[in-house]
């Protein structure tokens, strides 16, 4: 009898032990992989969010940043990895573009599981002031009348303002010509210096050259207008079907456990809405987010499908 005691107390405790210790979380130190430089915005939304949510589960929370290919090499390490919950990625809107461009060994869509989307913000349409359109529709009329004359830069061939001016030509029947530059700190000071005409560019480090002079601001990406820039209108307000929305997010290899994704969803999700980390992305010109994962799904799945299709249309060859 005691035998068959300690016999049905050791199955159960085998049966047991692995539910114990998936309900452990975290038990050592999570990667946060930021898949560009030290720097930007993506590194630095990383390293808002890291500390008070690593004090929060009581784990440090390592920023890791592997530049590389537009963003592709840390997503495909990320994508790759166990999924543990112990390897998770910060990725802007910039991921879906890249994932529509590049071949990948994972799919950008279903092959990650989305964790929370922490804000959404615009890009501006930037001009050198040496051009004398004042608004959205005088640069299209300008832009017809120099077909191919006029160029912009992008961030690197497959980023968001790559693909974004892209669809812009499309949709308004203009011949801008891609100036591709190493980042979007390059492309910016590329149309400060007047190397290149126009580019969609990063809102906060847009707004001091907006102030001194030194570029125009022509609109915003987004269907609303940014309180930043309150007078500086919707591109749709003069291109109705037009939109690029940036925004940042999070996601990990597909098949987390669902206790983990939720953890981390609630706990990214109660932080950006807190009053203070409110007026801190606000003064990004972000809106915080921080709702379901289906949220995040919905945006990188709407993106990549919106990016292959600009592709498509546009005659832009997927790099291998």
């Known amino acids: 009898m005691r035998t068959a005691l300690l016999l049905v107390a050791a199955i159960l405790a085998s049966v047991l032990a692995p539910t114990a210790a998936a309900q452990k979380y ?19 939304m990383s390293r808002l969010l890291s500390i008070p949510v690593g004090e929060s589960i009581g784990e440090t929370v390592v920023v890791d940043n592997r530049p590389g290919a537009g963003g592709s090499l840390g997503a495909e390490l990320a994508a790759l990895a166990p999924p543990d919950g112990y390897t998770i990625i910060m990725v802007s ?33 930037s001009i050198n002031p040496s051009i004398p359109a004042k608004s959205v529709s005088e640069f299209i009329a300008y832009a017809k009348a120099r077909p191919g004359k006029l160029n912009y830069a ?24 891609h100036v591709p530059f190493r980042g979007g700190g390059p492309a910016l000071r590329g149309v400060i210096g007047g190397e290149v005409h126009m580019s969609f560019t990063s809102l906060v480090p847009t707004l001091p050259h907006v102030k001194s002079g030194r570029l125009r601001a022509l609109a915003i990406t987004t269907p609303k207008r940014s309180p930043l820039l309150p007078d500086v209108p919707s591109v749709s307000e003069t291109v109705p079907a037009f939109e690029v929305t940036h925004w940042y997010g999070m996601w990990g290899p597909k098949g987390m456990p669902k206790s983990v994704v939720a953890l981390w969803n609630k706990e990214i999700g109660s932080l950006v809405q807190t009053p203070k980390m409110k007026r801190r992305l606000r003064n990004e010109g972000l809106e915080p987010a921080g709702g379901p994962p289906s949220q995040m799904y919905g945006f990188v799945k709407r993106d990549v499908n919106k990016w292959r299709g600009v592709m498509k249309r546009a005659n832009i060859q997927q790099a291998r």
């Open 26 to 44: 975290p038990t050592k130190p999570i990667r946060l992989i930021v898949p560009f430089s030290p720097g930007g915005g993506t590194d630095i």
């Open 93 to 125: 809107s910039s991921y879906t573009a890249s994932g529509a461009y590049r071949k990948l060994p994972y799919d950008p869509v279903d092959g990650i599981t989305p964790i929370v989307l922490i804000g959404t913000t615009g890009l501006i349409m």
């Open 154 to 177: 992008s961030a690197g061939t497959g980023a968001v303002n790559n693909l974004g001016t892209e669809y812009f030509n499309l949709l308004t029947g203009t011949n801008l010509v």
